[in-house]
Antibody, heavy 115, light 110 residues
Framework: QVQLQESGPGLVKPSETLSLTCTVS????????WSWVRQPPGKGLEWIGY??????RYNPSLKSRVTISVDTSKNQVSLKLTSVTAADTAVYYC??????????WGQGTLVTVSS | QSALTQPASVSGSPGQSITISCTGT?????????VSWYQQYPGKAPKLVLY???KRPSGVSNRFSGSKSGSTASLTISGLQAEDEADYYC??????????FGGGTKLTVL
């Protein structure tokens, strides 16, 4: 079965770079689109961006700070978000695309931006 | 790229039907049949309950149904059950290979 597991530091300092990894099992990441979605505490979902076959697209509001990449040898999808502020504090999810919907989700990982 | 508009909350009694709306524009919801809906329990990851406006993934109850009229998509839950109490989010393709979520709706089963 398809499983997604996010990992990375739970605490990041302001102005630094947030880096997360999503390890996928049960399917080859080369065969699907993969997105990152975040959810600030008590708030709604926000799409960050996706990657497929080396091509990525990002939410225009985050585009200047986001990079999504893949490591096919490890079956992993990665997220980097630069120059973080407290507004970037959120639970970060990785998710697989069916078509333009998300059919599998990781359990999420909370990242807090604080000094 | 503005968030889609959902009511903050809806409520209903067991056995009743409720509908959650998701309003966008002619550039997103109104232009593509690519609206999906997610159910989220507190502290849990979202779960896909509808996609392509009306399609149900395998395993999702047929009490969940979807529709669209103009720039507004809707999720209807019939035969409301206590287990349906959760947050619900819509999401739409908005062109240029990008997506946007609605603000979310808290469903309370009275």
């Amino acid at each position: 079965q398809v499983q997604l597991q996010e990992s990375g530091p739970g605490l990041v300092k302001p102005s630094e770079t947030l880096s997360l990894t999503c390890t996928v099992s049960g399917v080859s990441i080369s065969s699907y689109f993969w997105s990152w979605v975040r959810q600030p505490p008590g708030k709604g979902l926000e799409w960050i961006g996706y990657i497929y076959s080396g091509s990525s697209r990002y939410n225009p509001s985050l585009k200047s700070r986001v990079t999504i990449s893949v490591d096919t040898s490890k079956n992993q999808v990665s997220l980097k978000l630069t120059s973080v502020t407290a507004a970037d504090t959120a639970v970060y999810y990785c998710a697989r695309h069916g078509d333009w919907e998300f059919d599998y989700w990781g359990q999420g990982t909370l990242v807090t931006v604080s000094s | 790229q503005s968030a889609l508009t959902q009511p903050a909350s809806v409520s209903g009694s067991p056995g009743q039907s409720i509908t959650i709306s998701c309003t966008g524009t002619s550039s997103d919801v109104g232009n593509y049949n690519l609206v999906s809906w997610y159910q989220q329990y507190p502290g849990k990851a979202p779960k896909l309950v509808l996609y392509g406006v009306t399609k149900r993934p395998s395993g999702v109850s047929n009490r969940f149904s979807g529709s669209k009229s103009g720039s507004t998509a809707s999720l209807t839950i019939s035969g409301l059950q206590a287990e349906d109490e959760a947050d619900y989010y819509c999401c739409s393709y908005v062109g240029s290979s990008t997506l946007v979520f609605g603000g979310g709706t808290k469903l309370t089963v009275l």
